[in-house]
């Protein structure tokens, strides 16, 4: 359904293509496109210039260049406000653009929606990133949090942690929207050039890993897992972009240590354009996603779009998503209830993960029926046709 654009609708968000290393860029990017037949959208984003109509760029002030990154992050969102006059709606995404999205609402009398891709108080492990700043970053999530007009939560997980951690939130103004995925762009792609060229054999079983090198994505407690797997089946890992260099270093003697005692094991830090990691997922005979965080997971999306079976960690909105055994396998975790989504008993949680891999791998007719359920409830439930209409109804509401 298209719909004449009488409401203005200013997005703001540190990530939009090119400049896109994530699943909240993924969204922002997938948002614009299904909205803009239906209202008249300008994006706000971080970074270089962009040439796509309606999409303006803010670099960190020139006074800031030596600061602390989340005060450049402050120093970037300051820039933004004074240009959102005119908007019926300002809608941020992340806490890298909620100050926008905050003192844009109070300058120019408008509602400020937000949409929650994470939550600062679990994910305690970004201070070895930004120190002091991680408590600038906390605040300024809490501030945007508790004065938005709505609070988007991409999956009912997502809502109760959201409710969890900011208490003094109105749980009416707590909408479930999920993410979603383009099922014409993530399709199944076959390519016997590309998979050579990386060492990857179609005719051994695959477990393909796409992320960055986070805490919360628990490449680690894979790379444990794998030691598990029979030696036939082969390890694919599309990983890049570390946090800090503490976690790349585990990460390296990780898989230094895995190579050493089993073939197959592939690591590509490079990242890949959505043709050539659709081909990956398309040949993986299951695609993993241990995260000990995971709001929805739309990577999960993708792997499904392309046809193969997920296993993936009883987390966040990972649930919401993988069908457990129809869609692909949800391993049960125990999490430390401090924020770090630390598993209770590290080593029942890899035993538990490995289990369920081998059980996928070794049954790859079971792991194409996964795969075929997957891409149809990919389709059927996450279309962002559906999820642009939902958000803009949003709008209206609290436009009116």
């Not at 919360?216 to 797997?229: E, I, M, N, S, V």
Request: hydrophobic letters at 45%; aromatic letters at 6%; charged letters at 20%.
């Amino acid at each position: 359904m298209y719909y004449r654009a009488l409401m203005r609708v200013d997005i703001i968000t540190k990530e939009y293509p090119p400049e896109t290393y994530g699943g909240a860029g993924v969204h922002v990017a997938e948002l614009v496109r299904a909205l803009r037949a239906r209202v008249d959208v300008q994006v706000r984003a971080f970074g270089a210039d962009r040439s796509e109509l309606g999409v303006h760029a803010y670099r960190t002030p020139v006074e800031l260049a030596h600061a602390n990154a989340a005060v450049q992050t402050l120093g970037t969102d300051l820039t933004m406000v004074g240009d959102v006059a005119g908007a019926d709606v300002v809608h941020s995404h992340t806490w890298y653009a909620n100050l926008a999205g905050h003192l844009a609402a109070q300058l120019h009398g408008i509602p400020h929606v937000l949409t929650a891709h994470s939550l600062e108080p679990l994910r305690p492990w970004k201070a070895e990133q930004l120190g002091g700043g991680y408590a600038i970053s906390s605040g300024v999530e809490r501030l945007a949090y508790e004065n938005a007009a709505a609070v988007i939560a991409v999956s009912a997980g997502m809502r109760a942690d959201i409710l969890r951690s900011y208490p003094q939130v109105d749980p009416a103004r707590v909408r479930v929207i999920h993410n979603g995925i383009d099922v014409e762009q993530w399709r199944p792609v076959r390519d016997p050039e590309l998979l050579a060229s990386i060492g990857m054999d179609p005719a051994r079983p695959s477990v393909v890993f796409v992320g960055r090198i986070t805490r919360q994505k628990g490449l680690p407690y894979l790379l444990r897992a794998a030691r598990l797997l029979p030696p036939d089946v082969q390890l694919v890992l599309c990983a890049g972009a570390p946090d800090t260099p503490e976690i790349m270093t585990e990460v390296q003697e990780l898989v230094r240590t895995l190579q050493q005692t089993r073939q197959g094991v592939i690591w590509i830090e490079r990242m890949l354009p959505r043709e050539e990691l659709s081909a990956i997922l398309t040949a993986a005979t299951t695609f993993v996603c241990p995260s000990v965080y995971e709001p929805l997971g739309i990577v999960n999306l993708e792997a499904m779009a392309c046809g193969a079976a997920v296993v993936g960690t009883g987390t966040g909105g990972i649930p919401e998503v993988v069908e457990d055994g129809v869609t692909g396998r949800i391993v049960p975790i125990e999490q430390v209830q401090d924020g770090t989504g630390t598993p209770v008993d590290p080593d029942r949680f890899v035993a538990d993960l490995a289990a369920g891999l081998i059980e996928v791998t070794a049954d790859p007719h079971r792991a194409a029926e996964y795969g075929v359920a997957g891409r149809e409830r990919a389709r059927d439930s996450f279309s962002w046709a559906s999820i642009a209409d939902t958000t803009r109804a949003l709008y209206e509401e609290l436009a009116a």
